[in-house]
């Protein structure tokens, strides 16, 4: 049974920087994606950043050059490195494992936290 863990949500201010992880136990197949997600207030979740089997990392364009997807040694941690943080990134942000589909940031996976809340004020 995979069970996945965030951490390191709060609030900040606007230009902040906050580093998410994601701790995860069982058995992860690492021929899927990882990835971290997250829903605002009254609207869809969206992926956020994701990795593939070969390594090869997504992001959603709003995040591009702020925010930085790594993985610890295997596949037990996950980070979320994010700086110069804007209101709109304000959401609940999930991890994800063991995703498929066209691209790792679709919402295809199996696996999911419970979620760690970011908040961002101007």
């Known amino acids: 049974q995979v069970q996945l863990v965030e951490s390191g949500g709060g609030s900040v201010q606007a230009g902040g920087s906050l580093r998410l992880s994601c701790g995860a136990s069982?058995?992860?197949?690492?021929?899927?994606?990882l990835g971290w997600f997250r829903q605002a207030p009254g609207k869809e979740r969206e992926g956020v950043a994701a990795?593939?089997?070969?390594?090869?990392?997504e992001y959603t364009d709003s995040v591009k050059g702020r925010f930085t997807i790594s993985k610890g040694k295997g596949n037990n941690i996950l980070y979320l490195q994010m700086n110069s943080l804007k209101p709109e990134d304000t959401g609940m942000y999930y991890c994800?494992?063991?995703?498929?589909?066209?691209?790792?940031?679709?919402?295809?996976?199996?696996?999911w936290g419970q979620g760690t809340q970011v908040t961002v004020s101007s």
């Open positions: 990795l593939d089997a070969d390594g090869t990392i």
């Open positions: 069982g058995y992860i197949d690492n021929r899927y994606c």
């Open positions: 994800a494992a063991e995703g498929f589909g066209t691209s790792c940031l679709d919402n295809e996976y199996p696996y």
